[in-house]
């Protein structure tokens, strides 16, 4: 006997136990239903670093529905799992975790001693997020687990970059980075978390150093960085500008710094904005390093790598600046530039500052050398081929977001100044020449046959971007470069299911280098889930305090309401607003499945493997089986395109109000009846049925079903895995005359429901009903249902064909005229004044909400998420007077 409730907490770990034991997840086995075809999808790999969030838990309940599914429909499933080595990330958590505990700096104990420090941290404390995604149910083969750093992915990585540098498509550059101060280091866009701050705007003169040139004496430039003027290399204006045609070509006295630098004409500056004249600080402004290469204009350092000032011969920086932090020689460059007379004044104004998201400093653009890859060259493969539809992207709008990015690649810059990662396969000749090489007796043999003698190498310290060996993921855990059967059978991958702000950073390098290697794509579908937000909309984040941990929600409610709810809520393009009640109602989703399968078990309703859906003669049957096949239709249409929010509907529909609400409430009376023949037939049907939602559920519910599949059979924990049984496919079910009278029964109490709840009908106030204007045969149908029709809808009276009674709620149908006299059962006065007073409310409510709406004040500088909030209470109001409304016309048509 099933137990009075379902205890998440004590069920999942013993059945997690039981698939890992089994080795229900392994790749390589399949059922008898399909043809075995492999299908294949690479985690997105975690940071060994990370926690699971709201975000990991939608990515991968989305990812376990899919391979689940496939598994039942009979293909070789292969989840591939593992875990990025996040090279800033770790670095800094185990640098952290040695300050904490007075151990030596890095710097201190060597190169060799911290790498061997941060693997031991691995061993001990990293991938607690891979734990994290057991309790969600992930059914990864976690046999095949792989690390990013592991040996086998670091040969792929060497080689890799090898045959890429001998291509000619990896190279070393001096470039514009986003240059962290704190670590030091380049770091990818990915990393630098761009923020509103309150700044300022400075005006500057720099005067013409041969004197004026009609009337015009200096150039006035504007800044939100005057550090940087130090830098200048010259002063832009547009060509069209009238105003400064007879000065291009002039030289300007940079104050302080007291060089001479030109004025040139460049498309980059803005005529209407301040002077028209732009300061080109090539070596440290992204846009500015643009101009000066255009105009061969010199980049001049102003920093080192902790962001304080240098001095050179370039950039004549006086030498009280020489070792300033950057933000103290901006205080200095100011009051210098008062005390030589060149400030022209100050603006307050928010400017958009890029922060390290580590860190928590201002990023630094900063001029360093760098190895860069060619992803122009590689892009235009990647290009074709999604153009050509070989990788689809769902929603199909991505892909524009897609093709924008990689039609303006610019190079990749995938060195970093760090100590754990891959360290980048160069070293170094006496005369600075490089030698790239899988090995470093490979680069002594390279440098011999160069210099013709045994040389002294220096090996780059650099280590490379993770998103390098990332990039490398659907091909490099297979096995490659060695050709493995796993390579040859599960690449390429089958769907990648992935967010949308790492389409550049992953997506668009994955498919480069897949097409590179192994001349095909890495996967033909490219599933792009939304943002989980809170409730209000807002992007969750630990300053605003809105963030909702899922392991918290596991906890309360239990692995399979969690991953129910994102899958009902993962709406193609809409981001999920999630609530702790909209778990909370998932959760009594599951409850009333579990009470349903307890109330099929009290009446004898067995599992049987021989009975035929297509057999069954009861009216009632009939129509559940047609329902079973109409949400298998639906459900597994929803998943095969990609439409979770649909499949989950379509479940939950089925379950709850199908399922529960009328088939079980329909078959009591058969249960408690004389029939044998129908009582066994309606039994058998209904252990049916809840087998089929069981099936259909297991992908999104894997842990309450299993529950209920082994409990119901009777099996013991490891005999019989709902996971590995065979997906339905049903046709031929259903049935019209069957659909009709059922439907008939479930329209009229329905009907008459919503009639009672709208007018205030108390609930245990049984009223009268009346059918008129009724055809003969919807007439015996009334009859033949009067029993049933009475309890459902709470009827008194019951009678059919006669006129409408004097004082009725009319509901007009097809078949007739329903009417309920009510006039015994309440006072009709007091109840429309009621309507009328509520109706009235809520107008001026309404009218509340259209004011505030319509004013801009509010809609311009509220928070967005309060004003959707606003709009959304004003829809629900006019929800409510409409339906209030309707119950006053009733009343009106009564009198």
Not at 418 to 436: M, S
Request: glycine share 6%; hydrophobic share 40%.
């Amino acid at each position: 006997m099933l137990e009075k409730h379902f205890q998440p907490e004590q069920a999942e770990p013993r059945i997690y136990e039981m698939w890992e034991k089994t080795r229900a997840f392994a790749a390589g086995v399949s059922n008898d239903s399909g043809d075995g075809k492999p299908y294949c999808i690479v985690i997105p790999p975690p940071n060994v670093t990370g926690s699971l969030h709201m975000g990991h838990a939608l990515n991968n309940t989305i990812q376990d529905i899919l391979v689940r599914f496939e598994r039942m429909r009979g293909r070789d499933v292969l989840w591939q799992p593992g875990m990025d080595h996040a090279g800033i990330a770790t670095q800094m958590v185990v640098e952290r975790q040695m300050a904490e505990r007075n151990h030596p700096g890095r710097r201190d104990m060597g190169r060799d001693a911290f790498i061997e420090r941060v693997w031991k941290w691995k061993e001990e404390s990293g991938g607690t997020i891979i734990n994290q995604l057991k309790r969600l149910g992930a059914s990864c083969d976690w046999d095949r687990e792989r690390f990013t750093m592991d040996e086998g992915l670091s040969v792929a990585v060497r080689k890799v970059f090898v045959e890429l540098h001998r291509a000619g498509l990896i190279y070393k550059d001096k470039r514009l980075v986003n240059w962290d101060p704190v670590f030091q280091t380049a770091i990818s866009d990915l990393e630098v978390e761009q923020k509103e701050v309150n700044g300022h705007m400075w005006q500057f003169a720099y005067p013409l150093v041969d004197g004026p040139v009609d009337g015009i004496e200096e150039i006035v430039i504007a800044t939100t960085r005057p550090e940087t003027m130090l830098g200048d290399g010259a002063v832009a204006v547009h060509p069209s500008d009238e105003r400064y045609r007879n000065l291009v070509g002039k030289m300007v006295r940079l104050p302080v710094a007291e060089r001479h630098i030109p004025i040139i004409t460049d498309e980059y500056p803005d005529p209407e904005f301040g002077s028209g004249a732009v300061k080109i600080t090539g070596a440290h402004d992204f846009n500015d390093f643009e101009v000066a290469r255009r105009n061969n204009i010199d980049l001049i350092p102003l920093m080192d790598g902790q962001a304080r000032m240098i001095v050179t011969p370039e950039n004549n920086v006086p030498d009280h600046y020489a070792g300033l932090d950057r933000y103290d020689a901006r205080e200095l460059i100011l009051k210098e530039i008062k005390e030589l007379g060149f400030y022209r004044g100050v603006e307050e104004k928010i400017i958009a500052q890029p922060f390290g998201d580590r860190s928590g400093v201002v990023i630094e653009p900063m001029l360093t050398d760098q190895w860069y890859v060619d992803a122009e060259t590689l892009a235009k493969p990647a290009i074709e081929a999604v153009e050509m539809g070989k990788t689809k992207f769902v929603p199909a709008n991505w892909d524009k977001t897609y093709f924008e990015w990689m039609r303006n690649i610019q190079p990749w810059c995938i060195s970093r100044q760090l100590w754990w990662g891959h360290q980048i396969p160069a070293w170094y000749g006496p005369d600075g020449e490089i030698f790239v090489a899988d090995s470093e007796e490979d680069a002594r043999a390279a440098a011999k046959i160069h210099y013709g003698d045994d040389s002294e190498l220096t090996r780059d310290p650099d280590v490379l971007d993770t998103w390098f060996s990332s990039a490398l993921w659907p091909f490099s855990t297979l096995g490659w470069p060695d050709e493995t059967p796993e390579l040859e059978r599960y690449y390429p991958t089958s769907v990648l299911v992935t967010g949308f702000d790492i389409i550049f950073f992953w997506v668009a390098r994955m498919m480069m280098m897949g097409l590179h290697f192994m001349k095909e794509i890495p996967f033909d579908t490219v599933y792009i889930h939304a943002l989980v937000r809170d409730e209000q909309g807002q992007k969750m984040s630990k300053s605003k305090g809105n963030v909702i941990d899922p392991l918290e929600l596991v906890d309360e409610f239990g692995a399979d309401a969690v991953r129910f709810t994102l899958a009902a809520m993962a709406a193609q393009g809409r981001d999920i607003r999630l609530a702790r009640s909209r778990v909370e109602g998932y959760r009594n989703f599951t409850t009333k499945l579990w009470n349903a399968a307890r109330f099929a078990e009290m009446n004898a309703c067995r599992f049987d493997a021989s009975f035929d859906p297509s057999s069954v003669k009861e009216t009632l049957n009939r129509w559940i089986v047609g329902e079973v096949q109409r949400a298998q239709h639906q459900v597994t249409e929803g998943i095969e395109r990609h439409r979770y929010n649909e499949a989950a509907s379509a479940l939950y529909q089925f379950v709850w109000h199908i399922f529960c609400d009328w088939h079980l409430e329909l078959a009591k009376p058969i249960f408690g009846g004389d029939d044998a023949a129908a009582k066994l037939e309606t039994r058998m049907t209904t252990a049916w049925a809840l087998q089929q939602a069981l099936l259909l559920l297991q992908p999104f519910m894997p842990f309450i079903t299993q529950d209920l599949w082994q409990k119901l059979n009777n099996r013991k924990d490891s005999d019989d895995l709902l996971m590995t049984q065979v997906w339905p496919s049903h046709n031929g079910l259903e049935n019209p005359d069957a659909d009709a009278e059922i439907g008939w029964i479930i329209d009229t109490v329905t009907q008459i429901r919503s009639v009672r709840a709208e007018m205030n009908v108390p609930a245990g106030t049984k009223v009268p009903f009346v059918l008129a204007e009724a055809s003969p045969d919807v007439a015996k149908r009334a009859n033949r249902y009067e029993t049933l029709i009475r309890r459902l809808a709470r009827l008194s009276e019951y009678s059919v064909g006669t006129s409408i009674p004097t004082g009725s709620a009319q509901i007009v149908t097809d078949d007739g005229i329903i009417a309920l006299p009510l006039g015994d059962v309440m006072d009709l006065g007091a109840e429309r004044e009621r309507l009328q007073r509520e109706i009235e409310n809520i107008t001026g409510e309404i009218a509340k909400f259209e004011a505030k709406l319509s004013n801009e004040n509010f809609t311009s500088k509220a928070p967005a998420a309060i004003v959707e909030e606003q709009r959304r209470r004003m829809e629900d109001a006019i929800i409510s007077k409409d339906k209030l409304s309707e119950a006053l016309a009733r009343f009106q048509q009564m009198a």
